[in-house]
């Protein structure tokens, strides 16, 4: 059954008509308020002008429309690059004093202990590296191993030298690390000079590896004894413990 709905006429105006009846008229949406332009078409925020470019450089705005004042404003002066310290020295890195410290260990009979009492770490990181880097070539990557080693031996001569000096030991653990790596340098010329003798030749290495690790021994044992006090007592303690930090690090070289 299907329900029927009662639909009203639609009655359209006539448009002849002009009198008075009430006739509804069509409405248009008005227009937008749009703001008047500038006459010029130059973009207002964006000038080509040279003289008002450098105008605009001699006094910079500010991020909120303002100006910044110059340094000279202030009257401190205009700061420089030239008062800045260099970036080295910045970081605690100092190559001459790294120099200085590297070359006294190359004679271990004549080494110069008044270099070594400030220590550092930037010149074991580089001996460190090349290290690794003359291990890599001959075909042993030891990066973590020979980190690892460096940290050991550190914790090792500093725990042996303050149970032998006792109360009187005064050698920390940063110094040590500092002895150890620098004094690591001729095991580095050891692994060098490895490159260019055949693995054949067991007995050479050996003899080789042996002369580099007293090298290193003997140059240890003396910045230990000569930087801290209480240990002339115990040279010969030292000098077994130093015999045995570099004589690991010369098995990873020859083998």
Same mark, same amino acid.
């Given at each position: ?18 009198? /008075? ?7 248009? !949406? #008005?227009? +937008? %308020?749009?703001?008047?332009?500038? =006459? &010029? @078409? ?8 040279? /003289? ?7 006094? !910079? #705005?500010? +991020? %909120?429309?303002?100006?910044?004042? =110059? &340094? @000279? ?118 692994s060098a000079v490895s490159l260019f003798v055949p693995q054949g030749a067991g007995p050479v ?51």
């Amino acid at each position: 059954m299907t329900k029927d709905f009662a639909v009203p006429p639609v009655v359209f105006p006539s448009g002849g008509s002009s009198g /008075g009846a009430n006739v509804q008229q069509r409405r248009f !949406p #008005a227009t +937008p %308020f749009q703001p008047p332009r500038p =006459s &010029s @078409s130059a973009i207002p925020f964006m000038s080509f002008d040279i /003289g008002s470019a450098a105008a605009s450089s001699a006094t !910079p #705005a500010g +991020p %909120f429309g303002g100006t910044i004042a =110059s &340094s @000279s404003s202030f009257g401190g002066g205009s700061a420089s690059f030239e008062d800045e310290e260099p970036l080295l020295d910045e970081l605690g890195i100092h190559p001459d004093q790294i120099w200085k410290k590297t070359r006294s260990i190359l004679n271990p009979f004549r080494i110069n202990q008044a270099v070594h009492k400030d220590s550092d770490l930037s010149g074991p990181i580089f001996l460190y590296l090349a290290l690794c880097l003359f291990q890599l070539l001959a075909g042993k990557i030891q990066f973590g191993v020979i980190l690892g080693w460096i940290v050991v031996s550190s914790i090792f001569l500093y725990v042996v030298f303050n149970m032998l000096a006792g109360r009187n030991g005064n050698l920390n653990l940063h110094t040590c690390t500092s002895l150890v790596g620098y004094c690591l340098l001729p095991v580095v010329v050891l692994s060098a000079v490895s490159l260019f003798v055949p693995q054949g030749a067991g007995p050479v290495r050996f003899v080789l590896a042996a002369l580099f690790v007293l090298w290193s021994t003997r140059a240890c044992s003396t910045l230990v004894v000569s930087l801290a006090d209480g240990g002339e007592e115990h040279r010969g303690l030292i000098a077994y413990a130093s015999f045995l930090i570099y004589t690991l690090f010369s098995l990873l070289v020859i083998f």
